[in-house]
């Protein structure tokens, strides 16, 4: 996948976090404040869907018992099996991560020739894992406590603190991927404390941009 950051003018923030720290809260006021967003989970989404190229390897590889009635993917299904299983989450990866990359380049063109000085923010939950950090100018992490993540996983998701514990088994702590970032927003507090720490970060990332080296 090419390097997106090579577009001269414009700025590609990396969002990361781990799953239920509020990435998406973080991402929405950063597109209040005027950033242009990419968001890896749609994506996801998009490149699965029925009678795509990626939909129908994923059917190939674990049948048909895991599409629903409409013939879309059952996610709760899959996140059962990945969940459990690295060696099939890594063939499930195998088979969508490409065609994300694929749509991923092809919005920052999009939004580059919209907007050749956009802020730009990937929200991308396991970024640190994949390794795609050399794809951003920037990383910022949202960052809350183990035990808060647990807790907001299973009230959102409801689901057991087994399986909670199963799927942030499946990604690097919070802590670990702390030394990766550029900016950490602590989401542990009130949402006026986010906000703040979200407008700072903005008025930091347009001045980074102001100052980077012309081509």
């Not at 699965?48 to 190229?53: I, L």
């Not at 992490?141 to 909670?164: F, G, H, K, N, T």
């Not at 990766?180 to 700072?200: C, M, P, W, Y």
């Amino acid at each position: 996948m090419e390097k997106a950051q090579d577009n001269d003018g414009m700025l590609l923030l990396g969002v990361t976090g781990g799953v239920a720290s509020g990435k998406t809260t973080v991402a929405r006021m950063l597109a209040g404040l005027g950033a242009r967003t990419i968001d890896f989970d749609l994506l996801s989404r998009i490149v699965v869907e029925p009678g795509k190229p990626a939909w129908k390897e994923v059917i190939a590889y674990f049948g048909e018992w895991i599409l629903q009635g409409d013939k879309t993917l059952d996610r709760k299904k899959l996140a059962e099996i990945i969940f459990r299983d690295s060696a099939k989450r890594k063939k499930l990866e195998s088979f969508i991560h490409p065609k994300i990359y694929e749509e991923f380049s092809r919005l920052v063109k999009k939004y580059t020739s919209q907007d050749p000085k956009a802020i730009i923010q990937a929200v991308v939950p396991l970024l640190v894992e994949a390794n795609l950090q050399h794809l951003f100018h920037k990383i910022l992490l949202v960052y809350i406590p183990a035990e808060m993540q647990i807790e907001r996983l299973m009230q959102r998701d409801r689901i057991s603190r087994e399986m909670a514990l199963n799927i942030l088994n499946a990604q690097l702590p919070l802590e670990e991927k702390k030394s990766h970032a550029d900016f950490i927003v602590d989401n542990s507090g009130s949402l006026e404390g986010t906000k703040r720490q979200v407008q700072e970060i903005w008025e930091e990332l347009k001045k980074i941009q102001q100052e980077q080296p012309k081509a």
